[in-house]
C-alpha cells in the first residue's frame, strides 16, 4: 500500500506532467476484477497486473511495453525532424 497516493493518483500526475505523459505504466494492484483493471486503463495505464503475479508475467508484460515506448519515441523523433526540414 502507498501511505499518501494510491496508484491511480500517482498516474494521474505523471499523465498530467509532459515530461511523463508517454512513460510506460504497468499498474500492479491488489485490486482485482474487470472493474479496477478497466479504470486503470482508462485513467492512463499501459496494462494492468493484478496481484498475485509471477517474475516471469511480469516481464512478459512490461517488455513489450519498453518495447512499444522505444518505438513511439523513435516515430516521435522522425516526426520532429520532419516538421523541422
Do not use: W
Amino acid at each position: 500500500m502507498m501511505p499518501r497516493l494510491d496508484g491511480l493518483g500517482l498516474l494521474r500526475r505523471l499523465r498530467a506532467d509532459p515530461r511523463f505523459k508517454t512513460l510506460p505504466v504497468v499498474l500492479v494492484s491488489a485490486r482485482t476484477g474487470q472493474e479496477a483493471s478497466i479504470e486503470g486503463l482508462h485513467e492512463g495505464a499501459d496494462d494492468y497486473v493484478c496481484k498475485p503475479f509471477s517474475a516471469l508475467e511480469l516481464i512478459a508484460r512490461v517488455r513489450p511495453q519498453v518495447q512499444l515506448s522505444k518505438v513511439r519515441r523513435a516515430l516521435a523523433d522522425e516526426l520532429s525532424q520532419a516538421n523541422l526540414e
